[in-house]
């Protein structure tokens, strides 16, 4: 079987999510919303976070952060974790996705972003990997626990990845399904937003295929 350096990112928001045709394909990984500020649970995250497991595919299990409502890093890592912690398999990630900035400007978001991957590396085996636009990161230091730890970068052009002293791009959204190189389409999926993984997520998602 073929397998490629590219996946799909779903939510409630895409009408289809075929695990098996996907995976036939050679996706290894998919990103799954599960939670969104401290209250919304996508109704799908559960059904096809299963499916994906049956079939040996990695889920990046994301959390959509909604700092602008004034809600702590603590207390939504904490629903986040409630929510999707008991779904995680080994071949998982969990993601923070980064697009709000508070009511008082982005300058608030490191701090943000920082102290809810502490509270995840608190209370489970995890590292977050975070998600957020090229803009965004280089706007400003200090996005993870000690300036160090893993980016999953939102960026539609043709530049070199994003660097950041101490941080490693594991994967890259290249597309939202209409803008940025094509593929846009996945099979079993549809249109949806694209990604591409970078070297060290590829090779482990690679290895790990071949164990289960």
């Excluded at 976070?49 to 207390?75: C, K, Q, T």
């Amino acid at each position: 079987m073929n397998v490629s350096r590219y996946f799909a990112d779903v939510s409630n928001n895409n009408a289809n999510f075929d695990a098996h045709t996907y995976a036939e394909h050679g996706h290894l990984v998919v990103a799954i919303k599960a939670t969104e500020g401290l209250a919304f649970v996508d109704p799908d995250h559960r059904t096809w976070a299963l499916r994906a497991g049956m079939v040996h595919i990695g889920v990046i299990h994301y959390h959509f952060a909604r700092p602008d409502l004034g809600n702590s890093p603590e207390d939504e890592a904490r629903f986040f974790l409630r929510n999707a912690l008991h779904l995680t398999g080994g071949r998982d990630y969990l993601a923070l996705d980064l697009e709000r900035a508070t009511p008082g400007g982005w300058q608030h978001d490191p701090s943000w972003s920082r102290a809810f991957d502490e509270f995840i590396q608190a209370n489970s085996r995890f590292h977050t990997l975070l998600y957020a636009t090229r803009s965004t990161l280089e706007g400003g230091q200090g996005w993870l626990k000690d300036d160090t730890g893993n980016l999953w970068v939102a960026d539609w052009s043709s530049d070199p990845d994003v660097k950041l002293h101490g941080y490693s791009v594991l994967c890259r959204q290249y597309t939202d399904g209409q803008l940025g190189p094509e593929p846009h389409e996945f099979p079993g999926v549809g249109v949806c937003d694209g990604n591409v993984m970078r070297g060290e997520m590829f090779v482990r998602s690679l290895r790990q295929s071949h164990c289960g």
